[in-house]
């Protein structure tokens, strides 16, 4: 069976030799007793000529698309002016000697020869046939870039000292803010165990066992509401280091990150990355996680409206809220319509702006709807802003994160809008200061901003109960290109500091101990300080691929619906699996 080489491997080179070839047939073409295959493999594609006629070439006119064969034969220099430059192969080819077919294949239900562009296929039937759609080179290319990606993590980290260990995947709740996915315990009826959101509180208590510098390629699971660039099971690469300091942690990653992006993309990237404290990327960008590569950066307008008589921009600033600007100027003011206008609106709303403003800049005055309510004052300020005629202003008035956030979506639409030019390369940015907790709209609660185990800047621990919206966190954020690819913190790791953000967090000792008992225990016995990050490895493979969606980089990804087309998961459960466990079904939905 051995092959002598793989069918991307062959070169001028190699004329005269005889080589043995396995591989998938990507294409034949029998040109009357000649006839000609691409054979395929992982490594690339190579042309064989076979003599239907000669003995040993026995089904060569039979052959189909998708055949795997072995093919022995040797390589020669193809004519000069049949070379082709589209193949890295393409200066030869190999007359086949002899040809074994290994096994036939039925037509695909859909071409995977380069004939058809993927995008072209309904994506439902590429993944239901997703080890068909694998054998394109372009889908298999983001997996052997993951899988470059992994290996460089692993040399990296095993040369820093860090040590790899699995944690387990049927456990208790690790809350991250999303829904658990939940095992029913067949020994334990009525119990279940929850598939991790993440391996937190067991790398945490690594570093209590001292493991000192911990990683992970680790599974982990969240039943979120899905989103386009979301997936139920995702991999992260999940670190924990002791005795370390923010800096540390920063540091650390973006050499790691240098060092992945080098030996799986060979591009250097330059450090030390950029950082930008929460408040800042909102105000700017309306983002916490902004893709700094294009400008259109917001105004901050609080001083501009504080006395202003227009109630709908006051009145929001009198409540503690904000206004914020988007400065359009020639040519892109030009480009925006008011239905343009309409339609940025809609995704002003979509994240809780009641409307969006604007004004026009006419003459030595503004037109637009709210123009009329604007003051001497204001007017000239805006003027400063929007000196040009046909200048455009919009603005959201609102609570700060949803006038911030709300603008910030208008100026990405913006971007695609305009075909802003994008700077190239790697834009690789921390966001860091964030707040430890946020008022949690439907309860009137707080919730955590990272998770309950983030270490409250030591400064701002007597404001816990005092003001806790005013604590920060010593955590971090890592964005790629206007992607969150990464996020950590420092961890409390004292078990009174640890109560005390439970009992912020509205939970109560009995609460907290039935859930995190075990996990406040562990704090009783020594402790070190520790700290960590995990990376969305799917997400950053799928920015350093070019890809456009996450399932492109996972082998089985599951659709938008969480549903894998394969093996056509989740499937009902038969009875007798459901007695076992004790669990009726109310309602069964077909
Ligand atoms: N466990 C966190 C997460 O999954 C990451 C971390 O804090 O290290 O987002």
Redesign the pocket.
């Known amino acids: 069976m051995r092959r002598t080489h793989t069918c991307g491997a062959l070169r001028a080179e190699h004329d005269g030799l005889s080589v043995t070839l396995l591989g998938w047939v990507n294409r034949a073409r029998d040109l009357g007793g000649l006839v000609f295959v691409d054979l395929r493999d992982r490594t690339g594609m190579i042309q064989v000529v076979m003599d239907a006629a000669a003995d040993t070439i026995v089904g060569a006119d039979a052959l189909r698309s998708e055949w795997v064969v072995r093919i022995e034969g040797r390589v020669r220099l193809r004519p000069v002016e049949q070379r082709s430059a589209r193949l890295a192969t393409g200066d030869v080819e190999v007359e086949a000697t002899v040809l074994t077919v290994l096994s036939e294949a039925d037509t695909p239900p859909f071409p995977v020869d380069g004939s058809v562009d993927a995008a072209d296929v309904n994506e439902e039937l590429r993944l239901k046939h997703r080890y068909l759609d694998l054998r394109r080179p372009e889908a298999m290319a983001p997996l052997l870039l993951r899988h470059r990606v992994i290996k460089a993590i692993w040399e990296f980290l095993d040369r820093e000292d860090f040590v790899q260990v699995e944690t387990p995947l049927l456990t208790r709740s ?1 809350p ?1 803010g999303a829904r658990d996915f939940l095992v029913p315990a067949r020994a334990r009826p009525g119990h279940v165990y929850a598939l991790p ?4 509180l067991f ?1 945490q208590m690594l570093m209590m066992a001292g493991v000192e510098r911990y990683f992970q390629i680790a599974r ?1 699971f969240r039943d979120e509401d899905l989103r386009a660039d979301r997936q139920p099971d995702f991999t ?1 690469l ?3 280091m002791s005795f370390v300091d923010q800096d540390d942690v920063l540091e650390l990653n973006e050499r790691l990150m240098h060092h992945v992006v080098r030996a799986a993309t060979g591009t250097e990237i330059s450090l030390p990355f950029a950082r930008l404290p929460y408040r800042d990327a909102m105000d700017r960008y309306g983002s916490d996680k902004p893709d700094v590569r294009f400008g259109l950066e917001l105004a901050v307008l609080d001083d501009v409206f504080a006395a202003s008589a227009f109630n709908a921009f006051r009145a929001p600033l009198d409540a503690g809220g904000a206004v914020r600007g988007l400065v359009l100027r020639a040519p892109h003011a030009g480009a925006v319509s008011r239905k343009t206008i309409e339609e940025l609106e809609a995704h002003a709303k979509q994240h809780g702006a009641k409307g969006l403003a604007w004004v026009r800049r006419a003459g030595d005055a503004f037109s637009g709807p709210i123009s009329k309510f604007l003051g001497d004052g204001e007017m000239v300020a805006l003027a400063a802003l929007a000196p040009d005629e046909g200048d455009l202003i919009l603005f959201v008035a609102d609570r700060w994160s949803v006038a911030c956030t709300a603008l910030g979506a208008v100026r990405t639409h913006l971007r695609s809008l305009l075909d802003l030019p994008i700077a190239p390369g790697h834009a690789f940015l921390w966001v860091t200061d964030f707040p430890l907790l946020d008022r949690d709209e439907a309860s009137g609660g707080w919730t955590y901003m ?2 309950p ?2 270490r409250p800047e030591d400064d701002d621990l007597p404001l816990l109960e005092r003001d806790p919206g005013a604590v920060r966190a010593v ?1 971090y954020d890592l964005v790629l290109n206007g992607h969150e690819i ?4 420092l ?1 409390i790791h004292r078990l009174d500091v640890q109560r005390r953000m439970f009992a912020a967090l509205g939970m109560d000792d009995a609460e907290a101990r039935e859930r995190f008992g075990f996990f406040l225990e562990a704090l009783r016995f020594g402790a070190p300080p520790h700290g ?3 990376w969305g490895l799917d997400r950053l493979v799928m920015l350093l691929a070019g890809a456009r969606s996450l399932r492109e980089v996972i082998a089985f990804p599951k659709n938008q619906r969480g549903v894998d087309p394969l093996t056509d998961a989740p499937a009902s459960a038969n009875r007798a699996q459901l007695d076992e466990l004790g669990l009726t079904v109310r309602e069964r939905v077909s």
Not at 486 to 489: A, I, K, N, R, Y
């Open positions: 690790t991250e959101q993440s391996p937190q790398k982990c992260q999940d670190i924990e990272h998770h185990f983030t955590a990464g996020g950590g913190s961890r960590g990050i995990a």
